[in-house]
């Protein structure tokens, strides 16, 4: 007779391929099995565990040594910066040496909010050709509501001064200016890789060999290496393929620490209770007490409900006059108002139909491999940038066809950024006329010619 094993005895495989799916030291099922008893001897494996994964994505991939109360507080600040909103985290101390069950509760709301595992596998992945990152989606354009801007408290205190803020844009600017150059150098030199090994490769779709590709032809013992990522890679994402069908298993054990977490905090409640009110005169003394703060709490609130009433009825008085000056005042004034409005809807509204299912299903988004054909549709020379085996030409983009998407949005760009200057220059003509004794003068013309000359450095980029 076959008995079924229950569905608990496939627990530690579902966490075993959880650890091994996850990059760095892998975390054993029993680690975990002390945390949900919170242990504190598994406290400093998670604090290691999170650390590591929380800098693959904040710290590009380099791991620092830290000691532990580093690890701990850049958890944290890392924890805070998702929006994990669970005080007694926040609350372990800085050697990490409890709480264990409270860092497998973080982590698994990582795994679940965030998409932890998702990620590192994206940015852990071994790229064994040149890619480049495109994204042909129209995110909608964000309009600061009427009356706000980006500084609205204009006087607060040790705010930085207008010299500052012109050395940070010169500083914005050359550093754009040097990571234009890199690029540029780093197209130049993938494009001499790419024509001059045009006939090379194996694959007559690709026709080239790619960057790392001919790295390993110039030093063929660095091949052992390359073969280590791959397998190291390829094996992260077995492990993930085990874990997605027993992933269900995981969640069920982690209500079961949920529960003992919530057990724990009504004990805990309990005894708080039970040191608060040790005599029946003292607990006598602490309801009426609580009586008191309820009666006046309610005082307060009715107070508070009859000042509402007149402020709003107040709000109501001023709201019918000003309609009634706007209607004395004429019509002109409300249609211009009208037409701005209709603009700004008709601006997005077109963002809408750009970002609608439809439109999306067209666009092309995230990395895609480079490939350099001689003989593309149009007959020239070009970069082609396709998936990472295409059998077609329409898979991919064209690089014409991508630059002519990019030289649109650009254009729809420089509409809102019209729009948003000429909004502002009006605000600051009704500024200026109602400061009678300032001098505005305006920049010189040859600054104006080298600002207009670098913007045009920066579009034409």
């Known amino acids: 007779m076959n008995c079924q094993r229950p569905a608990s005895a496939y627990l530690p495989a579902a966490i075993a391929a959880l650890s091994l ?67 007694k985290f926040y609350q372990l101390p800085a050697d990490g040496s409890e709480a264990s069950r409270e860092l497998l509760l973080a982590l698994s709301w990582f795994l679940c909010r965030i998409a932890l595992m998702e990620k590192l596998l994206i940015l852990n992945r071994f790229k064994l050709w040149d890619e480049a990152k495109v994204c042909m989606c129209n995110p909608p354009l964000k309009y600061p509501q009427d009356g706000k ?19 940070l844009n010169g500083r914005l600017k050359l550093q754009w200016r040097s990571y234009h150059s890199d690029q540029e150098e780093q197209c130049k030199l993938l494009h001499k890789v790419h024509s001059y090994t045009i006939g090379s490769h194996i694959d007559p779709v690709i026709d080239h060999f790619s960057v790392i590709e001919v790295d390993v032809g110039r030093q063929a013992e660095r091949y052992k290496q390359l073969l280590r990522f791959v397998e190291s890679d390829c094996s992260r994402l ?37 040191c608060l009110l040790p005599g029946s005169d003292l607990g006598c003394h602490g309801v009426t007490r609580i009586m008191e703060e309820v009666d006046k709490c309610k005082k307060d609130l009715l107070s508070l409900c009859q000042e509402l009433c007149e402020h709003i009825t107040l709000r109501k008085q001023a709201c019918y006059g000003k309609v009634r ?17 209709q603009e700004i809807v008709e601006l997005k509204f077109s963002d809408l139909k750009c970002n609608n299912s439809t439109c999306q299903s067209n666009m092309l988004h995230g990395p895609y491999r480079l490939v350099y054909r001689k003989k593309c549709l149009k007959d ?51 500024a200026a006329n109602k ?10 013309k040859t600054q104006k010619a080298r600002i207009s000359a670098e913007v045009d450095k920066v579009h034409h980029f």
């Open 21 to 87: 799916s996850l990059p760095g030291s892998h975390v054993s099922p029993e680690t975990f099995r002390q945390a949900k008893f919170d242990q504190p001897q598994a406290s400093l494996t998670f604090w290691k565990l999170l650390y590591h994964l929380l800098n693959h994505i904040h710290g590009g991939g380099q791991i620092k040594s830290a000691d532990t109360g580093t690890q701990v507080r850049f958890v944290k600040y890392a924890a805070l910066s998702y929006g994990y909103r669970r005080l």
């Open 435 to 444: 400061l009678g004794q300032v001098l505005f003068i305006p920049p010189m």
């Open 380 to 430: 020239s020379k070009m970069d082609a940038i396709g998936t990472a085996a295409p059998t077609k030409a329409s898979e991919g983009i064209t690089a014409s066809d991508l630059i002519s998407f990019l030289k649109k949005k650009e254009a729809r760009l420089k509409a809102q950024l019209k729009q948003q200057q000429e909004g502002d220059r009006q605000k600051i003509h009704k």
């Open 325 to 341: 000056t706007r209607q004395e005042k004429g019509v002109e004034d409300f249609c211009m108002a009208v037409r701005k409005v």
């Open 238 to 274: 077995e492990a993930f393929l085990k874990w997605k069908p027993m992933e269900s298993l995981y969640w069920h054990w982690m209500e079961t620490v949920l529960d003992m977490v919530i057990e724990d905090t009504q004990n805990q409640t309990m005894c708080y209770k039970d």
């Open 149 to 167: 801007s980006l500084f609205s408290k204009p006087h607060i205190k040790g705010q930085k001064d207008v010299q500052y803020l012109q050395w």
